[in-house]
């Protein structure tokens, strides 16, 4: 990374030295960073170092150390190193390091480097297996909270209009979950439609009635299968495809980067997919259930010799009232929400090799095939108990 005064246009031979000055009042001293901290420069002060030894062995000790600068600095990387190389050792002696004043860039940066650093220092792990494996329940627990939570902010900061999502990521999320998801959908739900009046046929014609296969694969697709089989469709397909792709970024540092520029990978990643699911999951129900009908007239016009009218009356008088269709609509709405929250939750998890990719992969699928199979009980239970069938 490399920060510097847009007005700083002077050659590299002009660059002015990485300087220090201090300034002490009581146990407190203000440390203001002035000249180029940058790896190109060729000047530098070399009574830094003696300096700042300096200050942190004198008598009395200082009890905390402020850094500050001014809007003209310039600075890379290599201010970052320095400044966390003098925060261990001033927290070997004790002093506290304050850093409230400098850019918020730099800030960010010490931020997520000492993030970085802090889950490699561990020691004596291996004896506390107790509390370890109690610190490890206790994230399982809380980390998909805090997802949830900042998900919800981000969608109250979106209604209020304090939010940074562009349209143009949801019409690209939704192209990518939608409009390319037809074909897959159009295949599976042709042949539930073809399987479940193949199905019925057999029972229906032991009682003569074999034209209520009409009703029979009408409301199994209304009221469930359209909105199940889409969900698990889109599980495998477009939940897959979202932990990958952050996965990915993450692994790439890129979710890092969206943090130090401060732009909220919630608002940014989560938010558009989230939201295209929500949109494009019901209108994938809606045609699944026509394709599944679809499916079910094509046997009963060939193969039962029923006419195209009458199979299609039948399936008219079956549909009582909208409820039967809004039912299952209102499932399909949830599993595209739980399908978009797992698979982003999963990619933003991701552990820090290609392995963990595909293990974030794999997870993301199985569990929210899981959950939609039990959110679909539940709902069944529900309307059951509301007696709404």
């Not at 981000?154 to 074909?183: E, H, Q, W, Y």
């Not at 897959?184 to 029972?203: D, E, K, P, R």
Request: with cysteine.
């Amino acid at each position: 990374m490399n920060t510097s005064n847009p007005n700083g246009s002077s050659r590299q031979g002009e660059l002015s030295p990485a300087t220090l000055e201090f300034k002490r009042e009581g146990n407190v001293v203000f440390c203001e960073l002035k000249g180029v901290w940058k790896l190109e420069a060729k000047k530098i002060d070399f009574g830094l170092e003696n300096k700042w030894k300096k200050l942190i062995s004198s008598e009395p000790t200082p009890e905390e150390i402020s850094f500050e600068c001014n809007e003209s600095l310039e600075w890379d990387s290599s201010l970052i190193v320095f400044l966390l190389c003098q925060k261990k050792e001033m927290d070997e002696r004790g002093i506290s390091f304050v850093v409230d004043y400098l850019p918020d860039s730099i800030r960010r940066l010490l931020s997520l480097s000492l993030k970085k650093s802090s889950t490699f220092n561990h020691p004596n792990k291996k004896n506390f297996k107790f509390l370890n494996s109690f610190d490890l329940l206790v994230n399982k627990v809380l980390s998909p909270l805090n997802f949830w939570g900042a998900w919800i902010q981000a969608i109250f900061g979106l209604l209020t209009g304090r939010s940074n999502l562009r349209i143009r990521d949801i019409i690209v999320a939704c192209k990518n979950c939608g409009a390319a998801a037809l074909p897959i959908v159009s295949l599976i739900s042709f042949l539930t439609g073809l399987t479940l009046a193949f199905v019925g046929s057999v029972q229906l014609e032991k009682f003569n009635a074999k034209i209520y296969i009409a009703d029979l694969v009408c409301l199994a697709m209304v009221r469930e299968m359209g909105a199940l089989m889409v969900g698990i469709v889109m599980a495998g397909r477009t939940g897959a495809a979202f932990a990958a792709e952050i996965g990915n970024m993450k692994l790439n540092e890129e979710i890092d980067a969206l943090r130090i520029f401060g732009i909220s990978p919630i608002e940014f990643l989560v938010l558009p997919r989230t939201i295209a699911l929500i949109i494009m999951t019901p209108l994938l129900t809606v045609y699944a259930d026509l394709v599944g009908i679809l499916g079910g007239l094509c046997v009963g016009v060939e193969v039962m010799n029923f006419s195209v009218i009458h199979y299609v009356e039948q399936t008219q008088a079956a549909l009582q009232s909208m409820w039967e269709i809004f039912s299952g609509l209102l499932k399909s709405l949830f599993f595209g929400l739980i399908i978009a929250l797992v698979g982003c939750y999963k990619g933003m998890h991701t552990g820090n090799d290609s392995a963990a990719l595909g293990k974030s992969v794999t997870s993301t699928v199985v569990l929210a095939v899981t959950l939609i199979v039990v959110s679909d009980a539940l709902f069944e239970i529900i309307f059951s108990i509301l007696d709404l069938r």
